[in-house]
């Protein structure tokens, strides 16, 4: 019998965190990139915020990785009290994806919500 286990990240060290006021303002930035790289794109939503993680690959730092720690370069946010399943930036509509399952990205988003001073846009 094979034995599985689930072995969320321990720790995420995120190295860029970027505020944005509004979740419009967000999903224009990713509208742009989309529209530039014509790349499908999609924020992720929990705990009241919509955000896009930067999440450097395992590869790149096998044994943090082993250790259970992730890198998020960038982490680009917005406050988003109520989940919906898009944000609409002009004709073009940026998905949203509810993640609160996801332990390691629900606590980054909780995270995000406790320690992020609202107020204006940091670039």
């Given at each position: ?8 990240p321990q720790?995420?060290?995120?190295t ?9 303002n967000?999903?224009?930035m ?10 499908p794109?999609?924020?992720y939503?929990?705990?009241?915020v ?8 395992p590869e ?18 917005a ?5 919906n ?12 994806i ?9 606590d980054?988003?909780?995270w995000?919500r406790e320690?992020q001073?609202p ?5």
């Amino acid at each position: 019998m094979v034995s599985i286990i689930h072995a969320p990240p321990q720790e995420i060290v995120v190295t860029g965190l970027t505020s944005f006021s509004s979740q419009q303002n967000l999903a224009s930035m990713i509208a742009f990139v989309m529209n530039v790289s014509g790349q499908p794109m999609a924020l992720y939503w929990a705990e009241g915020v919509v955000f896009l993680a930067d999440f450097v690959e395992p590869e790149a730092l096998p044994e943090e990785y082993v250790k259970g720690r992730i890198f998020a370069s960038n982490v680009s946010h917005a406050p988003m009290p109520k989940y919906n399943n898009s944000v609409k930036v002009g004709t073009m509509e940026v998905p949203v994806i509810d993640v609160s399952s996801n332990i390691a990205l629900r606590d980054l988003a909780r995270w995000i919500r406790e320690n992020q001073q609202p107020g204006s846009e940091k670039s």
